[in-house]
């Protein structure tokens, strides 16, 4: 099973950063990170509403789904119409207001669909946990690839994913051939206390190797700052993506299921891949916001 998640990952990873290169040679507007984030949004959606229809919830998939793709499509706006004045801060205040007109909907929706107690607000909690996750964290995720002007293209982004990813792959490797102390045992019996650690490892490593060796490919101006800088960003990138695979554990435990969904042999489902980057999201935003991670040569 190591060998089967390394191969995946192996594989997805350079296929996603293949279409990375194709949508900045696109230009600012990123329709290839748009088109990938609605298709991200629909299955997510379908997974996570299809995941929380137990018990008195009965999330809609059209209503998550149209919602969220109305949050991203909103964050898009600025870049699509090509604004000249600070697009990001447009952005994230477009993004917050359709996310907060979706919260609304959702509760105008659970009042003319209210028959009797017991079911209602079950269910507007799940849509609203359901919209925050696919529509509102997902846009988060891909404001990254402005985060320090339309320059920035994929630098930070990538950093984000080969973090979050190398400490996935770290925390499963230390796990499985280390780890013996579990560390949240009833949440996730799977992960260890040693595989904690081998997700900070990863997660840093990852980071370090991206931020030192692929800056000037994203601008000629720009070089790596101290090595401890971007060490620091993915240890705390490590950290954050294990609370976030144990927070995406807690949904499934929860309503007692092992995977969201059979998408991958090994991996679950788009859900149980997302977790880490969805979650690590507005944190790497922030570290992007007030880390050196870059210098910008004299």
Not at 37 to 55: A, N
Not at 88 to 96: P, V
Not at 169 to 179: D, E, H, M, Q, S
Request: charged share 10%.
């Amino acid at each position: 099973m190591l060998g089967w998640r390394l191969l995946i990952s192996a594989i997805l990873i350079p296929l996603l950063f293949g279409l990375f290169y194709l949508d900045q040679r696109a230009g600012v507007s990123a329709p290839y990170l748009l088109g990938l984030s609605c298709l991200l949004i629909v299955r997510g959606s379908w997974e996570i509403t299809d995941l929380l229809t137990v018990r008195n919830l009965v999330p809609s998939f059209r209503l998550v789904c149209g919602l969220s793709l109305s949050i991203c499509v909103a964050a898009w706006v600025p870049f699509l119409q090509g604004a000249s004045s600070d697009p990001q801060t447009l952005s994230l205040a477009l993004m917050a207001v359709t996310y907060a007109v979706s919260v609304l909907i959702i509760f105008l929706k659970g009042a003319i669909q209210f028959q009797e107690p017991g079911q209602s607000m079950e269910t507007i909690g799940a849509e609203i946990l359901s919209v925050s996750y696919m529509g509102f964290l997902l846009a988060m995720l891909a404001e990254l690839r402005w985060v320090l002007g339309p320059e920035t293209g994929y630098l930070a982004l990538g950093s984000l994913i080969i973090s979050a990813k190398m400490g996935d792959i770290g925390g499963y490797t230390f796990g499985r051939l280390w780890g013996k102390t579990k560390l949240v045992p009833r949440l996730s019996p799977g992960k260890t206390q040693v595989g904690g650690y081998g997700a900070i490892f990863g997660a840093a490593l990852g980071a370090f190797l991206w931020l030192h060796f692929t800056i000037s490919l994203f601008h000629s101006g720009w070089m790596a700052s101290p090595w401890y800088w971007s060490i620091l960003f993915g240890a705390i990138i490590g950290v954050v993506g294990l609370v976030g695979d144990l927070c995406e554990s807690l949904i499934k435990r929860d309503v007692g299921k092992k995977d969201s969904a059979e998408l991958l042999p090994g991996f679950g489902g788009l859900l149980d891949l997302l977790d880490s980057p969805l979650y690590a999201g507005p944190v790497a935003f922030l570290l992007w916001k007030l880390l050196p991670l870059i210098t910008v040569a004299n």
